[in-house]
T-cell receptor, first 115, second 114 residues
Framework: KQEVTQIPAALSVPEGENLVLNCSFTDSAIYNLQWFRQDPGKGLTSLLLIQSSQREQTSGRLNASLDKSSGRSTLYIAASQPGDSATYLCAIPLAFSGGYNKLIFGAGTRLAVHP | DAGVIQSPRHEVTEMGQEVTLRCKPISGHNSLFWYRQTMMRGLELLIYFNNNVPIDDSGMPEDRFSAKMPNASFSTLKIQPSEPRDSAVYFC????????????FGSGTRLTVV
């Protein structure tokens, strides 16, 4: 059974710091892994999607890495800003007979970046 | 593309009333998901459809909840009768069956049952 865990649950940092958010999963036979951001009272915004054949993906100040063998993904945020304050979720689709579906989410890391 | 469109954005209703939430997935996506989010339980998958067919509804909490997808561009989640414990944010998401391109979420419907 696939389980997704995120550490830390919450993080509070001063502006400008480089951050690492961690996501671990129990079944390494994943198809892809997706990082989302959720602002309070809002929906989920997709940040990065890493396919199982990839080691990392980058978008601006965000870099996500994937190590299937160890069951880990990290989201690296460079030069954090107050606008980065949000909850960050990682998610993995579960396999079913017709393909891959049914996202399994971690509980999220709640990030606060203060000026 | 306008993304996944949900309506209404907010719904306040009295206990016992019927509530219908609506979702329009991204054109070309053939999988659609309904999630519920609460502080206590986080994100819970209620039901999902592939090619308009319900695949797994094991997350639907009770018979008061029902979902339909009459065509590829529209789905509804209905609660009848509604109860205060149904208060939550309900999200719709869509993807391809293969999941190749990831999942796109709507902005959600915040439901309050008083």
């Amino acid at each position: 059974k696939q389980e997704v865990t995120q550490i830390p649950a919450a993080l509070s940092v001063p502006e400008g710091e480089n951050l690492v958010l961690n996501c671990s999963f129990t079944d390494s036979a994943i198809y892809n892994l997706q990082w989302f951001r959720q602002d309070p009272g809002k929906g989920l915004t997709s940040l990065l999607l890493i396919q199982s054949s990839q080691r990392e993906q980058t978008s601006g100040r965000l870099n996500a890495s994937l190590d299937k063998s160890s069951g880990r993904s990290t989201l690296y945020i460079a030069a954090s800003q107050p606008g980065d304050s949000a909850t960050y979720l990682c998610a993995i689709p579960l396999a079913f007979s017709g393909g891959y579906n049914k996202l399994i989410f971690g509980a999220g890391t709640r990030l606060a970046v203060h000026p | 593309d306008a993304g996944v469109i949900q309506s209404p954005r907010h719904e306040v209703t009295e206990m016992g009333q019927e509530v219908t939430l609506r979702c329009k997935p991204i054109s070309g996506h053939n999988s659609l998901f309904w999630y519920r989010q609460t502080m206590m339980r986080g994100l819970e998958l209620l039901i999902y459809f592939n090619n308009n067919v319900p695949i797994d509804d094991s997350g639907m909490p009770e018979d008061r909840f029902s979902a339909k997808m009459p065509n590829a561009s529209f789905s509804t989640l209905k609660i009848q009768p509604s109860e205060p414990r149904d208060s939550a944010v309900y999200f719709c998401a869509s993807s391809s069956v293969s999941g190749n391109y990831g999942y796109t979420f709507g902005s959600g419907t915040r439901l309050t049952v008083v």
